[in-house]
């Protein structure tokens, strides 16, 4: 499987990342590129999120290695898919979401929570920001400041934990998480300790105004076959959970409340 991992010049955690992988698993440099067997390390010079020349990229998987921000600073390693669910605010397109690759979520997300030495909260997140593209993609970030963004330790435990989801041929029951939160902590806990591998997010506050075209995405655009829904019972309320049981009943799509 090609596989390609993405960082921006712009970004110093994509860049913190990037030297621990040359650096632990002797890349070569081959032209603008660093290559280790169907493996490439490639830099874009906008803002990652802004990548849209990568739609077309020929490659099985897009790994995009960045910083996460958020407004409470709270040091974390997160991944989750890109895509939006509605408005492009932050790169891509409207309604629209990239290919999700459930397994490799879960194994990266698994490794980050193994291999993490620095007290750190590991979380997914729901699909969110740019860019679109054809080829099933996933962002693993280091959270939240300029701190954590150089942190060397950090760098280490995301390369690793890339590299280990990369060389992985584990395959797990797909689902299509549903409800709650950003940062998903029903589906974070799923993925971490049951069997299930959690591809495409979507949180409660998109389920109001998400349309079937759109929310169908969530089952239909993945490297692997979705198998069931999973809907997080505390995180939406009855209509919205009608709603979302209605459009799961046109994809006939099973799903279990968690």
Known sequence: ????????????????IVDKLIKLFSF????????????????????IVDAEHLYDKETDFLVFISKHRSETGKPCLTAHTPGNWGAAELGGKPKQVCPCFPSKMKIVLRELNSLNDLGWQVCAEVD????LTKA????????????????????????SAVMKMLS??????????????????????IILEKE???GHMLPKYYIDEIDFECFRQGVEKS?????LALLDRKGMNKSQRDKVIEFLRIL????EKI
Not at 174 to 180: T, Y
Not at 223 to 227: D, G, N, P, Q, S
Request: one cysteine or more.
């Open 223 to 227: 490297a692997e076959k979705t198998e």
């Open 136 to 159: 099933p993609a996933l962002f693993v970030e280091i959270g939240s400041t300029e701190k954590e963004w150089q942190n060397s330790r950090a760098g280490e435990i995301v390369a």
């Open 28 to 47: 070569e440099k081959k032209g603008d590129k660093w290559v280790k067997g169907e493996l490439e390390l490639i830099q874009v010079e906008t803002k």
């Open 252 to 255: 006939k799509l099973p799903y």
């Open 196 to 198: 299930f591998a959690v």
């Open 168 to 189: 992985s041929n584990e395959i797990f029951p797909a689902a299509f998480g549903i409800g709650g939160g950003h940062y998903a902590p029903s589906f974070t806990k």
């Open 1 to 16: 499987m090609k596989c390609t991992v993405v960082f921006s010049s712009q970004d110093i955690a994509g860049k913190n």
């Open 128 to 131: 969110h920001h740019g860019p």
